[in-house]
Each structure stands twice: as C-alpha cells, then as structure tokens.
C-alpha cells in the first residue's frame, strides 16, 4: 500500500457519460497530481493541486476538470466521455513546500482503469 | 516547455548482463531527476533519483548518472534478473515548480 488511495479501481461507462474520480494523497502530502496513461502510453500530466489551490496545467481537455478539497483528497472529473477517454488514471502526491526546498518522488496510487463502451 | 527524451523505447537483455536506459532533458533548470519502475497494470514506483548537485548515485545493483552539461542522465541496472523485467520511466522537474516531465518509457525484457 503506497498511502495514495484511488477509487474506484475500475470504471466501465458509456460513451457521452460523466464519471468522477477519487483520489486521497499519502498522509502529510500537500499536493497532488493526475496523470493520464492510455495503452502502450507514457504517462500524460493532466493537472495539479497544490494545498486546494491549481498549482500547474498540462494537457488536459476541457470536457476535464478537477479540485481539491479542504481534507486534501481530489476528485477528477471526465464529462462527455469518448471511446478515446480510456486509460489507466493515476492520481500522485507528494510532498512539496510550494514556496522553494527540494523536489520529492511522487507516490503514486494504483490507478483507476475508466472503460469507456 | 521541459522536454524529456528517453532510449531506448525496448531492450532485451539476457539474465545477468547489464542494462543502461538514456534520458535526455530540455530545460537547464530541472534538478530533480526520478525513475519509476512500472510493472504490467500495477503504479510507477520510485526506484532511485537524483538531484543535481550530485553526478552519480548508486542504490545496490542499480545506478544513476547525471551529466548536467550534456542535459543527459541515465540508469543502470547490473546483474539483471527476470524480475527487473517492466517498464522504466525516467523524469525530471524544476527547482520549485516540482511538476515532473515523463519520458515515454523503457520496455526491459530480462531472459532468462
């Protein structure tokens, strides 16, 4: 158990549908990030939060969204799924000053898998 | 924006020799450097990183090298085992913004 919780761990869903995610950062970790990994893919940074705050955008589609919330767990949301929109949806944590000091490994969860039929 | 290159994309190598992933960077100002063992379907896991103050790090049979010059870092693993067989990412990320770049990954196959 690496501290991350992700749920659910699978998600099969139409296409055209809404589906949120769920993530808990590790104990201590203010920030938390979503990665998005499609088949035979690497890992694609969609965005960051930071103490409740967006702190960094990667390439996340608009039909995307997400926050964090005051206890510091996140909720990914995917609107207006496609056939595309599935892959494996990693959410990290990590702990980070915001304001300088020393970069940290992530620790990752172990993912949602979002099916999209 | 930061750029993280990363060869080879597949390596076979056989039980007990030795296996070097390469990763180049874009961005002069990252100093983190990570790398994440992936095996099939489980999370990326933190094997070993660096920092850039330091040009190399060893953690048993696996070793990081750091080239700050060239932009260029990468990992060894000696003595493989059939174990070690996964993907490997390298990453890296700037001094304060600590968002990490990935590369696209290593496919290491160890036969045994």
């Known amino acids: 158990d690496s501290g991350v919780t992700q749920t659910p761990k699978h998600l099969i869903t139409a296409t055209g549908q809404r589906v949120t995610l769920r993530c808990s950062p590790r104990s201590g970790d203010l920030s938390v990030y979503w990665y998005q990994q499609s088949l035979d893919q690497g890992l694609q940074f969609l965005i960051q939060?930071?103490?409740?705050?967006?702190?960094a955008k990667g390439n996340i589609l608009e039909r995307f969204s997400a926050q964090q919330f005051p206890d510091l767990h996140s909720e990914l949301n995917l609107s207006s799924l496609e056939l595309g929109d599935s892959a494996l949806y990693f959410c990290?944590?990590?702990?980070?000053?915001?304001?300088?000091?020393?970069?940290?490994?992530?620790?990752f969860g172990s993912g949602t898998r979002l099916t999209v039929v | 924006g930061e750029n993280v290159e990363q060869h080879p994309s597949t390596l076979s190598v056989q039980e007990g020799d030795s296996a070097v992933i390469k990763c180049t960077y874009s961005?002069?100002?990252?100093?983190?450097f990570p790398w994440y063992k992936q095996e099939l379907g489980k999370r990326p896991q933190l094997i070993i990183d660096?920092?850039?103050?330091?040009g190399e790090k060893k953690d048993q049979r696996i070793a990081v090298t750091l080239n700050k010059t060239a932009k260029h870092f990468s990992l060894h693993i000696t003595e493989t085992q059939p174990e070690d067989s996964a993907v490997y990412f390298c990453a890296a990320s700037k001094k304060y913004g600590n968002k990490l770049v990935f590369g696209a990954g290593t496919i290491l196959r160890v036969k045994s």
């Open positions: 961005d002069s100002a990252s100093n983190y």
């Open positions: 939060y930071y103490n409740g705050e967006e702190r």
């Open positions: 990290a944590s990590s702990v980070f000053s915001g304001t300088g000091g020393a970069n940290y490994g992530y620790t």
């Open positions: 660096i920092r850039s103050n330091v």
